[in-house]
């Protein structure tokens, strides 16, 4: 069964609006992490923003936010006043305790100027 | 150098060759992964090695021989490879032992090889 889901293949932004990407997530285990990662077309992961499943208040890194829906089981991430540069692979991913990382298969964003 | 380094960046082989994909991290974690990305899948874990010892290998094939010296530096020995093993092999750390329970700690990715087998 798929773990962590991302929806949308690909996105359209404009410069300097907001996008949200989407994520959801299946665990039964109470404790967990979520990740985002950004992969540029050099191919590096780049880690981007972590939410704790006990964490109250939900996880901010400047540009970067994640709107954490802990009953959904939805951990989005916003991209605030999008630039040129933020085109890219998106990737969402969660590890549970005692186990490895788990990928969803990515969101493609294009920022048109 | 700092963070997570990875060696080719580019690498074109044919399938009788042998070659090395050599990663060294920085961080001083204490575990570390090998991944392949192929176009349109998602990230496949091939290998984990926690403190020298390998704790996982996800059903990859013998073609592909790991090899982890110190907690420091991870290799991908490669030999008579497919031309669908062709992808971008990512190395990545983490802080932790693998398997410890630490669901909060990160892992830190290096830029990848890029491997062309034909």
């Known amino acids: 069964a798929q773990k962590i889901t991302q929806t949308q293949p690909g996105m359209f932004v404009q410069e300097k609006e907001a996008v949200t990407l989407d994520c959801t997530y299946d665990?039964?285990?109470?404790?967990?992490?979520l990740f985002w990662y950004k992969q540029p077309s050099s191919g590096e992961m780049i880690f981007l923003i972590y939410q704790g499943s006990y964490d109250q208040q939900n996880a901010t890194e400047g540009r970067y936010s994640l709107n954490f829906q802990k009953a959904r089981k939805s951990a989005n991430l916003v991209i605030s006043a999008s630039q040129l540069g933020d085109s890219a692979m998106y990737f969402c991913?969660?590890?549970?305790?005692?186990?490895?990382?788990?990928f969803g298969p990515g969101t493609r964003l294009s920022v048109l100027p | 150098e700092t963070g997570v380094t990875q060696t080719p960046r580019h690498l074109v082989m044919g399938m009788t060759n042998k070659k090395s994909l050599k990663c060294e991290q920085h961080l001083g974690h204490n575990a570390m992964y090998w991944y392949k990305q192929s176009a349109k899948k998602p990230l496949e874990l091939m290998f984990v090695y926690s403190l020298e010892e390998r704790v996982e290998n996800n059903s990859v094939p013998s073609r592909f021989s790991p090899e982890c010296p110190n907690s420091s530096h991870l290799f991908l020995h490669l030999h008579t490879l497919q031309p669908e093993d062709s992808a971008l092999y990512l190395c990545?750390?983490?802080?932790?032992?693998?398997?410890?329970?630490?669901?909060?700690?990160?892992?830190?990715f290096g830029p990848g090889t890029r491997l062309l087998v034909l």
């Open positions: 991913a969660m590890r549970e305790a005692g186990q490895n990382f788990v």
């Open positions: 665990t039964s285990d109470p404790s967990y992490g």
């Open positions: 990545a750390s983490s802080q932790g032992l693998a398997g410890s329970g630490k669901f909060q700690e990160t892992q830190y």
